[in-house]
């Protein structure tokens, strides 16, 4: 997060003294010493733009794998209603409950409240 704010004062930085030297050049008083340093500042810029595009892919690579992890997990934890009609009895509210076939648990399980817990 941090970096990322970073990343964003240095583009703010860079942002001025760029868009100074595009005015001129619209204007036609570019200095040769100035072009070379537009051609820097735009060098500079789309190299920017294509780690931003890299990170943005590997984020969401990242977060594809994650979803199919936890779907995985899921897929584990299912309650016994769903899986076959089958409920137990409940001491503690003295009636029939539904139970984690994976673990056992009463449901929802610690693993599936955990999952659906907001971060
Ligand atoms: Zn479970």
Same mark, same amino acid.
């Given at each position: 997060?941090?970096?990322? *704010? #970073?990343?964003? *004062?240095?583009r703010?930085?860079r942002r001025?003294?760029l868009?100074?030297?595009?005015?001129?050049?619209?204007?036609? *008083?570019?200095?040769?010493?100035?072009?070379?340093?537009?051609?820097a500042a735009v060098d500079t810029e789309l190299a920017a733009a294509e780690?931003a595009?890299?990170?943005?892919? #590997?984020?969401?690579?990242?977060?594809?794998?994650?979803?199919?992890?936890?779907?995985?997990?899921?897929?584990?934890?299912?309650?016994?209603?769903?899986?076959?009609?089958?409920?137990?009895?409940?001491?503690?509210?003295?009636?029939?409950?539904?139970?984690?076939?994976? #673990?056992?648990?009463?449901?929802?399980?610690?693993?599936?409240?955990?999952?659906?817990?907001?971060?």
């Amino acid at each position: 997060m941090t970096h990322h *704010v #970073d990343d964003q *004062v240095a583009r703010w930085a860079r942002r001025e003294p760029l868009l100074a030297l595009l005015s001129r050049a619209t204007r036609g *008083v570019l200095l040769p010493e100035e072009g070379a340093l537009l051609r820097a500042a735009v060098d500079t810029e789309l190299a920017a733009a294509e780690r931003a595009e890299r990170q943005r892919d #590997d984020a969401r690579r990242i977060a594809v794998a994650l979803e199919n992890q936890l779907a995985a997990v899921r897929g584990l934890h299912v309650d016994s209603i769903t899986a076959s009609g089958v409920v137990r009895f409940n001491p503690d509210t003295g009636g029939d409950t539904a139970y984690c076939t994976h #673990d056992s648990q009463n449901w929802p399980c610690a693993t599936i409240r955990a999952i659906e817990e907001q971060p």
